[in-house]
């Protein structure tokens, strides 16, 4: 039977990663991989993870499991996180997930449930894997235009244009911050717009926040979920510990729903349940574990938020360089947006020839969009990318 199976098509960015570790060149630069990396490239341990993991290694005395939506002190520490007191409490269930990408996979899961006639709608462009992970589960695709290239800016006008034709029933996945590849984030006010019109249309929001935190800050990039969530009798969250607490490998994520009543409540908990044990049963613990011991504990939060805003700041600081350097390098204001967006993305506007030829030439790597991640670089290495960048232009 299995000699029926099809090759599968590679994933660029494995691609691209297996193609940095293969070549010799000591000075080449990795902007590829979407994961941060100090000044040093160095993705480094938090310093409340580390104080957490060594409480639970010395206080733990079983690893039986949890419960199939895990350790309920992680789903409400990580509920408050996001919603803070946007909608009662009575309202919302949740389960732990394997990371962010488990929540989204089970999102759709969910929503094929309620609705298999649903179509998923996607910002043109989104993160790959969210289009894959649709397709795979068997529910249509649809774009709404996001990005205008030339601008470097989000396509308000397309946007909206294309958010009209939306049908009842429908989900809408939204990036909740720092959008992934462009950086570029919706205003208050224009937040304020989609909602509207997404109410008008009848849609179900599905939110994948995944980078809170590393934007404007825990606070200001929850602000946009949590305004959906006031506004809508039903919603959707996807969210990831993986950026904010630096915890990659260890896969926690969480899948919340918010839904009209009580009584709803009780029924949507029941199918993430159920969610959950068809697909890997019970959750993974030592993740959720480390972040639910952080947020319950004063001290360790507040060393987690220091460090996080340290990181926040270094990527601040990377983007205004290299907006200045890029400036200077191309004698134009072609790449002034790469300041004004946010978290650890942005895309260049580059063509996959210029792309091809920074990676050949000069041994810098990033996806075949020109998404880059701002984390990847350092302040010596963003004058290289500078003037590689006006090399190949």
Known sequence: MLEALRPQPADKILQLIQMFKDDPRADKIDLGVGVYKDPTGLTPVMRAVKAAEKRIWETQDTKTYTALTGDPGYNGTMRRLILGDAVDDA????????????????????????????????????????????????????????????????????????LGRVKAGDVVLLHGCCHNPTGANLTADQWQKVIAILKAQGALPLVDLAYQGFGDGLEDDAAATRAVAAAFPELLIAASCSKNFGIYRDRAGILIAVSADAGQTQVAQANLNFLNRQTYSFPPDHGTRVVMTILQDADLTADWKAELEETRLTMLRLRTQLAEELRKATNSDRFDFVARHRGMFSRLGLTESQVDRLRTEFGIYMVGDSRINIAGLNSATVPVLARAVAAVL
């Open 91 to 162: 309202r919302l269930s949740s389960i732990a997930t394997p990371g962010g990408t488990g929540a989204v996979r089970l999102a759709v899961d969910l929503a094929k449930m309620a609705n298999p006639g649903a179509t998923v709608w996607v910002s043109r462009p989104t993160w790959g894997n969210h289009i894959s992970i649709i397709k795979f589960v068997g529910l249509p695709v649809a774009e709404y235009r996001y990005f205008d290239e030339a601008a470097g800016e989000v396509d308000f006008a397309g946007l909206t244009e294309d």
